[in-house]
């Protein structure tokens, strides 16, 4: 793997060119930034995932905020487990033996290097939530991340919705719009969204609790249809960082299309 993506680097990526591809896309100082990465679409990176990570530091500054989903999969309802599935007769026993989450501890899951690499820098802190947290550095870092809830954890009351407020802009690195978090929160905008029942193992006066929390049931498959309606109908800018195809846009136009695509699908 590593030999294909050194092959296929033209330009050795380092901070300073990695600074300058930001720049090159938009990125300012003071910005609020959501982050979704790949650090191997880059190509190669001199320093990995800590260069990534420097050059965002550097354009951004402490006069602005990174945001990074830190969500952590694995610390959820086994019942719906499908990658792998475990069989039912575990269910219970996984439900009472789970390590409780804990934000300094649990590690991040699916959600590449870059995020598991920036939620053990310094300053970086991360919201409460057992899987669907975010790590945030900078100016809007505590605003963010605090009071996280449990229940419907990408509504009102989490940090999706704190970005919204603040007129945050979306980075992807190298991703694409099936993984764009920011959808979710018009999902929950927009009327008839089902609830389903989740759980985790969470810190309760001092000890580990199996939490049962309400939930909407998330409609990712149609992430790729509103990111296209997007691309089309918004300001979309889109760039190379290294090698790695990269879009930037505003949450709030993000978070309102896709709320308008959920209230036309469910009216139907």
């Given at each position: 793997?590593?030999?294909?993506?050194?092959?296929?680097?033209?330009?050795?990526?380092?901070?300073?060119?990695?600074?300058?591809?930001?720049?090159?896309?938009?990125?300012?100082?003071?910005?609020?930034?959501?982050?979704h990465s790949s650090?191997?679409?880059?190509?190669?990176?001199?320093?990995?995932?800590?260069?990534?990570?420097?050059?965002?530091?550097?354009?951004?500054?402490?006069?602005?905020?990174?945001?990074?989903?830190?969500?952590?999969?694995?610390?959820?309802?086994?019942?719906?487990?499908?990658?792998?599935?475990?069989?039912?007769?575990?269910?219970?026993?996984?439900?009472?033996?789970?390590?409780?989450?804990?934000?300094?501890?649990?590690?991040?899951?699916?959600?590449?290097?870059?995020?598991?690499?920036?939620?053990?820098?310094?300053?970086?802190?991360?919201?409460?939530?057992?899987s669907a947290s975010?790590?945030?550095?900078?100016?809007?870092?505590?605003?963010?991340?605090?009071?996280?809830?449990?229940?419907?954890?990408?509504?009102?009351?989490?940090?999706?919705?704190?970005?919204?407020?603040?007129?945050?802009?979306?980075?992807?690195?190298?991703?694409?719009?099936?993984?764009?978090?920011?959808?979710?929160?018009?999902?929950?905008?927009?009327?008839?969204?089902?609830?389903?029942?989740?759980?985790?193992?969470?810190?309760?006066?001092?000890?580990?609790?199996?939490?049962?929390?309400?939930?909407?049931?998330?409609?990712?498959?149609?992430?790729?249809?509103?990111?296209?309606?997007?691309?089309?109908?918004?300001?979309?800018?889109?760039?190379?960082?290294?090698?790695?195809?990269?879009?930037?846009?505003?949450?709030?136009?993000?978070v309102d299309c896709?709320?308008?695509?959920?209230?036309?699908?469910?009216?139907?």
């Amino acid at each position: 793997m590593m030999k294909e993506i050194v092959g296929k680097t033209k330009e050795m990526n380092s901070v300073n060119t990695l600074v300058r591809d930001f720049r090159a896309l938009g990125l300012q100082k003071g910005m609020t930034i959501l982050v979704h990465s790949s650090l191997s679409s880059i190509g190669w990176v001199n320093g990995g995932a800590m260069a990534v990570i420097e050059a965002l530091i550097q354009v951004i500054t402490e006069e602005g905020t990174i945001v990074m989903p830190a969500q952590s999969g694995d610390w959820n309802e086994p019942s719906k487990w499908g990658n792998p599935p475990v069989p039912e007769s575990w269910w219970e026993e996984i439900r009472q033996t789970m390590p409780a989450f804990d934000k300094d501890k649990t590690p991040t899951s699916g959600m590449g290097l870059i995020p598991e690499v920036f939620r053990k820098y310094p300053n970086v802190d991360r919201s409460d939530h057992p899987s669907a947290s975010f790590v945030a550095w900078g100016k809007n870092r505590n605003y963010i991340i605090s009071n996280h809830s449990i229940d419907f954890s990408l509504g009102e009351q989490s940090p999706l919705a704190r970005l919204y407020d603040l007129d945050a802009q979306v980075l992807f690195i190298g991703t694409g719009y099936f993984t764009n978090t920011a959808f979710h929160l018009g999902e929950y905008r927009a009327p008839g969204a089902e609830i389903v029942k989740e759980g985790a193992s969470i810190i309760e006066n001092g000890q580990p609790v199996w939490r049962v929390y309400n939930d909407i049931e998330f409609a990712v498959g149609e992430f790729e249809e509103i990111g296209a309606i997007l691309d089309r109908e918004y300001d979309v800018t889109k760039g190379l960082i290294g090698l790695a195809e990269s879009r930037l846009f505003s949450i709030r136009e993000a978070v309102d299309c896709a709320e308008k695509y959920f209230i036309q699908k469910r009216a139907k």
